[in-house]
């Protein structure tokens, strides 16, 4: 064994100038320190298996919750004060710089009486007090719903440039199906706020062309797609209709008119581009985008709607049962006590018609409104047997874009005018 004496004043010690001992590192022999120590056992340890820590071993137990003392985490050690809410200063975070570019602008009002501001009633409207030319369009009118708040027209038929219709107002041409006529529309601005609050720039006016390539400010909601609830067609996209009869379109259902077949990015959302043949035996033309769907599911399931197929023309679509389609249960045309099923030999396959039966025959009252036309099926005379039958757009005596079992007829001989309609032959 070697023994290093290390103190002051001899020894293996040397004075190195200043009265302190210093270690003659030649008199430590590098070789014998590094000599193994006398009978030193080896020190050969098993390997460590993650096996013999047994997590068992580590008992939670040991963990006592308790020997962690909420006291001695002191509520008051954290300190409000130093977390100002006054360093915070609410002017530096602003809401207002992040929100501003995502959300829609606030555009102004309609003015109240001027072409295309709410109104209440015609008077409102007049473009100069008691004048007696203004219309206030509102609810239901030639079988177009319009907003409840209303919205003036006047010049109809007056107006000859658009000077005569006043400040920011144009003089249009309007072609409707009945006869194309001229008014008073207000203009489309330029930006965000081409048109007041609640209204689109818009190339139809309540399901009629604005000639000349003309467009104007018309109620309306540029986040609307087809199928969407509507009480108006307020409340669709632009150039859209609301089809709101309550048999047939129960909520209502918004559709684009005048896209383009072939392009259905002229509809609104994932609308399909279609002829309006196909979707009304022929009655109606022109085109119209439907809520294009694969399963009911993708249709307003709680409020009747299905996902039907149209055939080839159409595809399958969200359409709720209509009159004249075919059923066995009450409960295939629609909400029990607003429907019939009738059934029998007049009836092959069965017939939607409203419950309550239509009192004259020939005309749409009590019938759905634009799709179908009151016809006395059964007892000549007796009204309570009359049903409402789809109607249709000929010729006259064919199929006629009926269904099968069906012909296109005049369901009122008895008329002057020819009215045709789906009957049994």
Do not use: K
Not at 5 to 24: Q, S, T, Y
Not at 214 to 230: E, I, Q
Not at 252 to 263: K, S
Not at 353 to 367: D, E, N, S
Request: net charge negative; proline share 8%; hydrophobic share 35%.
């Amino acid at each position: 064994m070697i023994t290093l004496a290390l103190g002051a004043g001899g020894g293996c010690g040397r004075p190195d100038g200043d009265g302190d001992d210093v270690v003659d590192a030649a008199v430590i022999d590098a070789s014998a320190v590094d000599a193994p120590l006398p009978d030193a056992p080896p020190i050969d340890a098993p390997p460590i298996d993650a096996a013999v820590i047994d997590a068992a071993l580590i008992d939670a137990a040991l963990i006592d919750a308790a020997a962690i003392d909420a006291a001695a985490i002191d509520a008051a050690a954290i300190d409000a004060a130093v977390i100002d809410a006054a360093v915070i200063d609410a002017a530096v975070i602003d809401a207002t710089p992040i929100d501003a570019p995502v959300d829609a602008p606030i555009c102004p009002a309609p003015t109240p009486g001027a072409v295309g501001g709410p109104c209440a009633v015609d008077s409102n409207c007049d473009s100069a007090a008691g004048l007696g030319d203004g219309i206030c369009m509102r609810h239901s009118i030639a079988g177009t719903t319009w907003p409840g708040t209303g919205y003036c027209v006047n010049g109809i038929e007056s107006c000859t440039d658009d000077a005569s219709c006043g400040a920011g107002n144009q003089c249009v041409m309007v072609g409707d199906a009945a006869g194309a006529f001229r008014i008073c529309l207000p203009a489309c601005g330029v930006g965000p706020c081409a048109c007041p609050a609640g209204q689109v720039c818009a190339a139809w006016y309540a399901g009629a062309p604005i000639l000349g390539g003309d467009v104007a400010c018309l109620p309306g909601s540029p986040a609307a797609v087809d199928g969407d609830v509507c009480d108006s067609f307020g409340d669709c996209a632009p150039n859209s209709r609301c089809l709101d009869d309550r048999f047939e379109y129960p909520d209502g259902q918004c559709h684009r008119v005048g896209c383009a077949i072939g392009d259905d990015t002229t509809c609104a959302g994932d609308g399909h581009c279609v002829a309006m043949a196909a979707l009304t035996t022929g009655v109606e033309a022109g085109t119209a985008c439907v809520d294009r769907c694969s399963v009911d599911s993708d249709c307003r399931f709680v409020s009747g709607y299905r996902c039907v197929d149209g055939g080839p023309e159409v595809g399958r679509y969200c359409r709720h049962p209509h009159a004249g389609d075919g059923c066995v249960l009450d409960e295939d045309c629609g909400a029990p006590g607003d429907w019939d099923c009738e059934t029998g030999p007049t009836y092959p396959g069965g017939l939607c018609t409203p419950q309550l039966a239509c009192p004259t025959p020939g005309t749409g009252g009590g019938c759905t409104r634009g799709s179908s036309i009151c016809y006395d099926a059964v007892l000549l005379g007796v009204a309570t047997d009359n049903v409402c039958a789809d109607r249709c757009g000929g010729p006259i005596d064919t199929q006629g874009g009926c269904r099968a079992g069906y012909v296109c007829r005049d369901v009122a001989p008895a008329v002057t005018s020819v009215v045709l309609g789906c009957v049994s032959p």
